[in-house]
């Protein structure tokens, strides 16, 4: 998959340049993280191949691109110290490579990568890097590597630390689905198994894409304990079931906070409460509630959303800690004007309306 975005990560540690300097001057003022960088760059004359616009660098297998469309993901000296053997035993021609494979043609938008979830950029000497949003973290990360200061601008070119250096067999390509996704978190096995084997699941779904589904943990269904065991062996049951975790559209938590309340029609034609408690905002990526241990600020159906926001192209998956059942819903709380009888019903369309997001558009 490529895409093209604008690239502008907001991360913690966020640092500006001076006007009219090169992109690696900017890095060199800005800080000194990445003085073996900027000397090894010097050393194999990769500066002067990406300054150069119109450059003949086909000895080294690069297509030299306008340096205004540059972004750089840079090592920091940590990184580079913790191979420094390895590099050490690179003749100049790999140690080029190497270091070319962190620069990608174009410019890139965090917020686009965290909608999507994951992208893929082709490097200046064509390998290719995955660009994805870690939500346990709250952070972007580069193949194997994680970013961890941005924005450093010079002429032409933007500039991103990251803690490891980037070789070409850390490339993995980005997941196509969002069960893709739900299966290398590691906890959703109980569902994942439930749904490749329950006829008609699959294909509802695949029916409906984008789709929206909230996933109960493995734990979640332990918890039923003789309960799920009878429903497995019902597969009607257990396909209503299913299907009623699973909503058509995209419905990501900043539009959940953005109304507070929304109901919305599940696969199985039950109906679902999302909501929001702004109590507890600060806790929605970085961990768990102190008081209940629960993340508390996302909720479906009064369970508790452990996973946001983890995106695909097909979808988006909320990890939550139960299962929903249809007798679980309640309506959305409405609060119409004094003097305003209000209609609740249209409130609640005109909410799933306004909910409803797009998944980023890929350039295939």
């Known amino acids: 998959m490529k895409v093209s975005l604008t690239f502008s990560f907001i991360l913690a540690a966020s640092v500006g340049s001076t006007v009219g300097q090169t992109l690696f001057e900017a890095v060199g003022d800005a800080t000194g993280n ?49 191979i420094n053997d390895t590099v050490a035993n690179l003749t100049q021609q790999q140690l080029f490579d190497v270091l070319a494979g962190h620069v990608v043609n174009g410019t890139y938008n965090s917020s686009a ?43 032409g070119g933007i500039f991103y630390g990251i803690d490891t250096v980037i070789f070409p067999d850390t490339f993995t390509p980005c997941p196509v689905s969002i069960f893709e ?19 008609g699941v699959v294909a509802a779904i695949e029916a409906n894409e984008p789709v929206t589904v909230f996933g109960p943990t493995d734990d979640a269904f332990a918890a039923l304990g003789s309960e799920f065991t009878d429903l497995a062996a019902n597969e ?14 995209t419905y990501n938590s900043s539009a959940v906070m953005a109304e507070g309340c929304v109901e919305l029609e599940t696969l199985a034609g039950n109906m679902i409460k999302i909501e929001y408690d702004e109590n507890h905002n600060h806790n929605m990526r970085r961990g768990l509630d102190e008081e209940d241990g629960h993340d508390g600020m ?53 909410a799933s309306i306004a909910m409803i997001v797009s998944v980023v558009a890929f350039a295939l």
């Open 236 to 249: 009607a049951e257990l396909l209503k079931v299913l299907s009623g975790h699973v909503v058509s559209g």
């Open 298 to 350: 996302f909720m479906v159906n009064g369970i508790h959303v452990v996973e946001p926001d983890i995106v695909a192209p097909d979808g988006v998956f909320h990890g939550i800690d139960g299962v929903i059942l249809p007798e679980s819903f309640t309506p959305c709380p409405t609060s119409p004007p004094a003097g305003d009888s209000g209609d609740s019903a249209a409130s609640v369309v005109d």
């Open 34 to 82: 990445y003085s073996t960088l900027l000397g090894l760059v010097t050393e194999t004359g990769a500066d002067d191949t990406i300054a150069d616009a119109g450059g003949d660098v086909k000895e080294a297998h690069i297509v030299v691109v306008p340096f205004s469309l540059l972004a750089i993901f840079g090592p920091n000296n940590d990184a580079f110290d913790a």
């Open 113 to 155: 990568v965290m909608e999507a979830g994951c992208v893929e950029l082709e490097t200046l000497n064509g390998t290719m890097l995955s660009v994805s949003y870690n939500n346990a973290t709250s952070s972007v990360v580069v193949n194997n590597a994680t970013v961890v200061e941005a924005n450093i601008t010079g002429e």
């Open 181 to 199: 996704l739900a299966a290398a978190a590691g906890k959703y096995g109980t569902l994942l198994t439930a749904v490749v084997n329950t006829e």
